[in-house]
């Protein structure tokens, strides 16, 4: 009982979804699934779209998807040390590769391959990105390129939006930062939720679901159908070229 009056209490809550990197690209697809349900994002050096520099060739991609579901758990993808490229901090750097739980070997061939079906699929989807979000890169980041937040700012059909490069930081910006720069990122992250947060009533919740084009499409008849677009159906299949492999076995799960 006292459990649900907890629940009840935050209902009236706004509803903020927070992504660093990968985690990113995973809050652009909630929020794609279900337009309506979030009233924001923080997104962290996101992944939502690799690099033009270092996207493998198609034909390389077209040839390791022929052999995925034959060799999927092979650590055949070069990569350099995240760690080393993610964390400026030498002592916050080695705490991070001491924590065993953290996978520190070669990507695995299908984890790879469905790493990068994600993110070609978020990159062709940033137009439907339309709730209000901050995006925060570091300019010397080398792990996701701050070109990437970039193309998410620019693209991005949201009416509230902000972008924020921070000068000379790395990819880990809120654990392999120094401190003081750890607490200027967490100080603009709260800025920006404080400006944003609010309470919601029953009625504004409805409001806002029936005025999104994304959550109801008129039928025929003119009854009301409930969509979510292509993110529900999940990415399309694309056809012909080297990416045809690619996409063509979007719904496989990763082999880790």
Not at 63 to 79: G, S
Not at 103 to 114: G, I, V
Request: aromatic share 8%; glycine share 8%; with cysteine.
């Amino acid at each position: 009982m006292e459990g649900s009056i907890d629940m009840e209490e935050y209902r009236s809550k706004s509803r903020f979804l927070y992504g660093e990197s990968m985690g990113g690209a995973v809050a652009l697809l909630l929020h794609m699934k279900d337009p309506t349900f979030w009233d924001g994002a923080i997104l962290v050096a996101p992944m939502c779209k690799i690099s033009e520099k270092v996207k493998p060739h198609p034909v390389v991609i077209s040839l390791l998807t022929q052999v995925e579901d034959v060799i999927p758990r092979w650590k055949i993808v070069p990569t350099k040390d995240v760690i080393d490229a993610a964390f400026k901090d030498p002592a916050k750097r080695e705490k991070i590769r001491k924590n065993k739980l953290i996978y520190q070997d070669k990507p695995r061939l299908k984890t790879a391959l469905e790493m990068l079906r994600t993110s070609m699929y978020v990159e062709d989807s940033l137009s439907k990105v339309k709730l209000p979000f901050f995006v925060l890169h570091g300019d010397a980041d080398t792990v996701t390129d701050p070109e990437v937040s970039r193309a998410l700012y620019e693209r991005a059909a949201s009416a509230d939006k902000a972008i924020k490069l921070y000068a000379g930081m790395w990819h880990g910006l809120t654990a392999g930062e120094p401190d003081h720069n750890v607490d200027a990122i967490f100080s603009d992250i709260v800025a920006w939720l404080n400006g944003r947060s609010r309470t919601w009533t029953v009625e504004d919740r409805l409001m806002k679901m029936m005025a999104s084009p994304d959550r109801f499409i008129r039928g025929e008849r003119g009854g009301a159908a409930d969509v979510d677009g292509d993110a529900k159906r999940g990415p399309p299949r694309r056809r012909g070229g080297c990416f045809s492999g690619l996409a063509g076995r979007t719904h496989h799960h990763s082999e880790m």
